[in-house]
């Protein structure tokens, strides 16, 4: 069993920062395969950025990529977000995801059903 705890989201402005954060406790985290997900109001939960157990692995949605960097510390027992230039359109939910499985590739690990644990989130909110 993992349990993950999101924290790092707040109201900024277009254009500014956040780093969010995933702590994980429970089970070895470091072969574990993490993303991060986020939810708007009305619409599915949406893909953001995944990244392999080992950290040596990524990939993200095309609508961050060059904006936002996913990481890991494995001492540490985390996952971060870094998001850079951040626009009204990412306004939602943020949710920590993770699973068994290493690394999960391309077709898997855009697709909520195929993390087990998730944390309850964290509201970011970009101002224009």
């Known amino acids: 069993q993992v349990q993950l705890v999101e924290s790092g989201g707040g109201l900024v402005q277009a254009g500014g920062s956040l780093r969010l954060s995933c702590a994980a406790s429970?089970?070895?985290?470091?072969?574990?395969?993490t993303a991060w997900f986020r939810q708007a109001p009305g619409n599915e939960r949406e893909f953001v950025a995944t990244?392999?157990?080992?950290?040596?692995?990524?990939y993200y949605a095309d609508s961050v990529k060059g904006r936002f960097t996913i990481s890991r510390d494995n001492a540490k027992n985390s996952v971060y977000l870094q998001m850079n230039n951040l626009k009204p359109e990412d306004t939602a939910m943020y949710y920590c995801?993770?699973?068994?499985?290493?690394?999960?590739?391309?077709?898997?690990?855009?697709?909520?059903?195929?993390?087990?644990?998730w944390g309850q989130g964290t509201q970011v909110t970009i101002s224009s």
């Open positions: 995801a993770a699973d068994r499985a290493v690394f999960l590739p391309p077709g898997r690990g855009q697709t909520p059903t195929s993390y087990e644990y």
């Open positions: 429970g089970r070895t985290f470091s072969g574990s395969a």
């Open positions: 990244i392999s157990g080992s950290g040596c692995l990524r």
